[in-house]
């Protein structure tokens, strides 16, 4: 590993941070237009939000898998094949005649997304210096950020240009783009490893059980409210009655919020110490999700928007910093592979929990219950950062 004055983040650009933006806009491009899609093929709104998060349920199931795919692999041919798969996945919704079809490609780019994500955490964990980890990651969760802007303004320009239906050319465009630049641009050479066992897997999680059930909890909690804000506020679109093309625009002017915040976040992480990026991004959450009651026309459904992208922007990229800040170098695949399916549990769970509760309690009901979750969350996050993950300049 490089030592931070050696290291420069413009390396990072063309093999991680472009590709990432790619990949992300993809993903970011077609939800507001899931649900709007599903209903159109006979569905009702609890069930548009399973179909939804038929995205986080692909990366959950892929997450054990990927971290064998990555060691047989290597880091960069791994993220080739996610990003092409991102692209020849989503086919089935491209062409969808029903909703099976539609939840077969959007499950597909989901799964993409988790072998692209944790082959490139992994890579970044044992190649960027511990002292500027924080700020190189809040750079890849502004990637992402951007994507969750540009990808929505994209998707907002193609349904008033073609239709709904034409968004989902969009990840077979960009996850197929980012493929080809990952193809052709080499960071550093991919280091194949003895291809790890689910069994090897489990025992790493096993030996490193605390801080996976009490970080790695909290982080699940933090994904679960990302999760839910990125369905909830699709859904909540719907039960107003906001055109798809206007909710993507709202959505999409949220995310510039979000992303114009990611530096900030990782400037804070590496100065004062990850929990002062993570108690308040999970508090703010937390209570967004509590005060979705105050969304009841276009104009208060932007400002609540806004604020979750507050709230979500202050933690730019801590779900990823911890993870790198946890993992043991011995190990480090199958620890983040653990790591990676408790954050996915919870962002797969969401859909699944909110769609009952929908039935149940109403929408605002529902997105008010995953809100207490928040609060828990800050706390673990308050309790259990240790100092190394505080400070990269103590250690234990």
Not at 137 to 154: D, K, N, T, Y
Not at 236 to 253: D, F, M, N, R, Y
Not at 285 to 305: K, M, P, R, Y
Request: hydrophobic content about 55%; aromatic content about 8%.
């Amino acid at each position: 590993m490089a030592s931070s004055a050696e290291f420069s983040k413009r390396k990072l650009v063309l093999p991680v941070y472009l590709p990432s933006f790619l990949f992300s806009s993809a993903e970011f491009g077609i939800i507001p237009s899931i649900p709007a899609t599903a209903l159109l093929l006979g569905a009702d709104l609890a069930t548009a939000g399973l179909i939804t998060g038929l995205l986080m349920i692909g990366r959950l199931v892929a997450d054990l898998p990927a971290a064998k795919l990555i060691d047989f692999l290597g880091e960069r041919r791994a993220m080739i094949v996610a990003a092409a798969a991102g692209a020849i996945g989503i086919l089935p919704s491209l062409f969808a005649a029903n909703l099976f079809m539609l939840g077969a490609g959007v499950f597909i780019v989901g799964a993409g997304s988790a072998v692209f994500g944790l082959a490139r955490l992994s890579w970044m964990t044992e190649h960027v210096p511990i002292a500027i980890r924080a700020r190189a990651l809040s750079v890849l969760g502004g990637m992402f950020r951007a994507g969750s802007f540009v990808g929505p303004s994209l998707a907002a320009g193609v349904i008033a240009l073609f239709s709904v239906q034409a968004v989902y050319y969009l990840p077979l465009i960009l996850c197929g783009l980012a493929a080809t630049i990952l193809l052709f641009v080499r960071g550093s050479e991919d280091v194949a490893k003895n291809s790890s066992s689910f069994k090897d897997t489990f025992a790493v999680a096993r030996r490193e059980g605390k801080k996976l059930a009490t970080l790695g909890v909290a982080s699940s909690i933090l994904s679960a409210l990302r999760g839910t804000r990125m369905i909830g506020l699709p859904l909540i679109a719907v039960a107003l009655t906001i055109p798809t093309e206007q909710a993507s625009l709202i959505i999409g002017i949220a995310g510039a919020l979000d992303f114009a915040m990611f530096y900030l976040s990782g400037q804070i992480m590496d100065r004062f110490g990850r929990s002062f990026a993570a108690v308040p991004t999970l508090a703010g959450l937390g209570l967004a999700h509590l005060i979705v009651g105050i969304a009841i026309d276009a104009n208060t459904f932007l400002l609540l928007a806004l604020l979750m992208s507050l709230a979500n922007g202050i933690g730019s990229g801590v779900i990823m910093v911890l993870g790198a800040d946890l993992a043991p170098p011995d190990k480090r695949s199958e620890f983040l592979a653990s790591y990676r399916l408790l954050v996915d549990f919870g962002d797969a769970a969401a859909p699944l929990v909110l769609a009952p509760m929908v039935l149940a309690v109403g929408l605002t009901g529902a997105m008010a219950g995953f809100g207490i979750l928040g609060f828990i969350g800050a706390g673990l996050m308050y309790k259990y950062i240790p100092v190394y993950a505080v400070s990269p300049k103590k250690k234990p």
